[in-house]
């Protein structure tokens, strides 16, 4: 429950190229339930190439209550997005700054319900984001959003928190501050997983949520060639965590096909077994997940498995080819 007087909140969004799906995400925004005189929205408009700021301008004729920032020299040798969070969260003295994307659609409680988690030690807390289910390919591609998410649920539980998601993210003004926010980020394209990085670092306390209320939804990767280029610039961030992480990671990307093989050398059931309780595992978490954040579960919850084997060792071995990667026009480097 949240206490008077409520604190100011700041909502950062870095945008390019976004003409086509910022409206639906300042709408959403904008139908924040809390005091507008308390809520600020911050749009940073990073060298777009389209009607992008245009969308937004004419946005904030009716909702004063939206800022918009163009964005045009690099600052401490960031690049892209954390270039315009860091110049953003500049212009804000709020006392939580929340953190989403442009092609990020949020519900009316996503502030509040991000808000009862931070305190009593808690200073970044970060919640779900969906996948808009049409297709075969983006039904898979939102499970594997949810898997993911209930697997660091799990761990942080476990007192292994893994990493956060800028998608969805709210941060307290004296945990960023404390780290020397996104200036102390330098050539990223993981903002997000450098900045939980350094504020776990520094002692304060993280948690995920699994709560429909601050469940956000965006739209899935068109076509394979962009998950491929998606996937690859989150490996690059995946492969700065701790060694005995990258261990899980790679296990858990290729474990299937090693108890597969050992299943045809040895000729011994017990391999397939642990390949069917690895698949029992997945499953089952990730219908836990569904649950927890009200979505109805498909088709996903049973294939994902199969789903996950083989293209997270596409996208492993995609990266290791070719690690740079190319992002709405811009290339930036894998590994760093």
């Known amino acids: 429950m949240l206490h008077e007087p409520l604190p100011t909140v700041a909502i950062l969004v870095a945008a390019r190229n ?6 639906d995400c300042l709408q959403a925004l904008a139908g924040i339930d809390y005091p507008k005189d308390k809520l600020c929205i911050y749009i940073g408009d990073d060298h ?23 964005i045009t020299e690099s600052r401490h040798q960031l690049l892209g997005k954390a270039n315009v969070l860091a110049q953003l969260a500049r212009q804000t003295h709020s006392d939580i700054i929340f953190f989403t994307d442009a092609d990020v659609r949020v519900g009316p409680l996503w502030v509040k319900g991000m808000m009862n988690r931070l305190g009593n030690g808690t200073d970044l807390v970060s919640g779900a984001t969906a996948i808009v289910k049409q297709d075969w390919l983006s039904a898979m591609q939102n499970a594997d959003w949810l898997y993911n998410l209930g697997l660091r649920y799990l761990l942080e539980k476990a007192g ?10 709210a941060v307290s003004r004296p945990a960023y501050e404390a780290v020397g ?10 903002e997000d997983f450098d900045l939980f990085r350094a504020i776990v670092r520094n002692g304060s306390g993280v948690k995920t949520v699994l709560d429909k209320n601050v469940l956000a939804f965006t739209d899935a ?7 491929i280029r998606q ?10 965590m701790p060694f005995h992480f990258l261990i899980g990671v790679f296990i858990q990307n290729l474990f ?42 498909g088709f996903e919850i049973l294939f994902y498995p199969l789903y996950a084997g083989i293209c997270n060792a596409i996208f492993l071995f995609s990266w290791i080819l070719h690690p740079a990667t190319e992002w709405k026009g811009r290339q930036f480097p894998g590994r760093q």
């Open 181 to 190: 926010g996104f200036e102390k980020i330098t050539r990223s394209i993981a």
């Open 18 to 23: 976004e003409e086509k799906k910022i409206l």
């Open 160 to 169: 292994r928190p893994l990493a956060a998601s800028g998608t969805n993210m």
């Open 48 to 70: 777009s190439e389209d009607g992008t700021s245009s969308v937004v301008s004419r946005f904030m004729e009716s909702h004063p209550q939206v800022q918009l920032f163009t």
């Open 221 to 227: 990767a068109q076509g394979f060639g962009e998950l």
């Open 231 to 240: 996937q690859r610039r989150w490996l690059t961030s995946t492969m700065r």
């Open 256 to 297: 299937p096909w090693l108890m597969l093989a050992l299943t045809f050398i040895f000729r011994n059931p017990l391999f397939m077994g642990i390949f069917a309780l690895k698949w029992i595992f997945e499953s089952a978490l990730l219908l836990y997940t569904y649950r927890k954040l009200g979505q109805r579960p």
